[in-house]
């Protein structure tokens, strides 16, 4: 019984030894990740408003007038449809207001992006401005390109004298 005895304290000490070992390699694996953490780790940056400037004072409803009624550039007042649809707006509603539907309100906010993109991608502003009075139907069709593809598009685009039809 004796011998019982010792084997079994022999097993609980070889236990004791490994399940250490295990607690100290599982301590040792949540050091590195937490090391990989930390170098990953970007602190939150909240995103810009999506309102430009000179919009941002407006109400709601100050903000439906302009759509309703074309104030300013299309690529300026673009940014107003994801705002107001933040607010609580839904597209019918937005365009049973402003009389835009649903399908031009995507249109704009989409072409507002690649126009956007083009602008930060320094892309020449001369065939930028190209776009300002209704390009934005020519800009949606070249969402789906890279940055790089969308620039050399747009210049295509201008220097074909494209419209949206093609011709």
């Known amino acids: 019984m004796q011998g019982l005895g010792i084997r079994r304290e022999k097993q609980r000490e070889m236990f004791c030894r490994s399940s250490s070992s295990r607690s100290a390699a599982k301590a040792l694996e949540?050091?590195?990740f937490n090391s990989q953490q930390q170098q990953v780790y970007q602190p939150f940056r909240p995103l810009p408003s999506p309102i430009p400037s000179k919009f941002r004072s407006l109400d709601a409803n100050g903000r439906l007038e302009i759509l309703a009624n074309s104030l300013g550039l299309w690529f300026e007042y673009a940014p107003l449809i994801p705002s107001l649809t933040q607010e609580g707006f839904t597209p019918l509603t937005i365009e049973e207001i402003t009389s835009i539907?649903?399908?031009e309100q995507n249109r704009l906010v989409v072409a507002a992006k690649v126009n956007d993109s083009l602008v930060q991608s320094n892309t020449d502003l001369e065939i930028v401005s190209e776009f300002d009075l209704g390009g934005f139907k020519l800009l949606y069709e070249i969402r789906?390109?890279?940055v790089?593809?969308?620039?050399?598009?747009?210049?295509?685009?201008?220097e074909n004298k494209l419209?949206?039809?093609g011709t």
């Open 30 to 32: 949540v050091t590195r």
């Open 101 to 103: 539907s649903s399908v």
């Open 144 to 146: 789906l390109l890279s």
């Open 148 to 158: 790089q593809q969308r620039a050399a598009a747009a210049y295509f685009i201008i």
């Open 163 to 165: 419209d949206a039809k």
